[in-house]
């Protein structure tokens, strides 16, 4: 559970733009796939106090995850698409906003203290999946639709960034 109330949508705007300004110039020129998912996930997690999760699940095949560049906790390694909450991300190609882990069937708790998830797809612009992002909090119905279209403006420009990439 975060110390500190979540922020007013205004906050938690600025916030994001705040941090984009940063991931942008440190991936200035960056063309290597795994450095550009290290940085977003450290320079995303040590923004907010509700990220508790913060990561990548790369698409290694048409069905499979598997994980890549992450802080917090350990995560699980692999993820079928028919399975969890990034696999539902990557089965269906949208977001998926869970204000209550415990009430989306098959969700996979890496950790116990996880009681809110989103998980946003990283699509090139031929909507080839390249990953999700996988973010997890402890506090209940920790993300609001704030969250959800900033992530999905930065996902979808990580998408554009390395659609020539082969992440497989
Ligand atoms: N909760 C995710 C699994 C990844 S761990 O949380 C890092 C899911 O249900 O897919």
Request: aromatic residues 8%; contains cysteine; glycine residues 6%.
């Amino acid at each position: 559970m975060s110390l500190s109330p979540p922020p007013a949508a205004s906050e938690r705007a600025a916030r994001y733009e705040d941090v984009f300004r940063r991931i942008e110039a440190l991936l200035d020129g960056e063309t290597d796939w795994i450095a550009a998912m290290a940085t977003v996930a450290c320079e995303l997690h040590h923004t907010f106090a509700y990220y508790h999760w913060t990561g990548f699940y790369r698409a290694v095949s048409d069905d499979l995850l598997v994980i890549g560049p992450y802080q917090g906790g350990h995560g699980c390694l692999r993820i079928p698409f028919d399975r969890g909450v990034c696999g539902a991300a990557a089965r269906t190609r949208q977001t998926q906003l869970v204000p209550d882990v415990d009430r989306f069937p098959g969700h996979i708790a890496c950790s116990s203290t996880t009681r809110s998830e989103i998980v946003v797809p990283v699509l090139t612009p031929d909507d080839r999946l390249l990953a999700v992002l996988d973010v997890d909090s402890d506090d209940p119905a920790a993300f609001d639709e704030t969250d959800q279209a900033y992530l999905e403006r930065l996902c979808r420009q990580l998408g554009v960034r390395f659609a020539a990439t082969p992440v497989r």
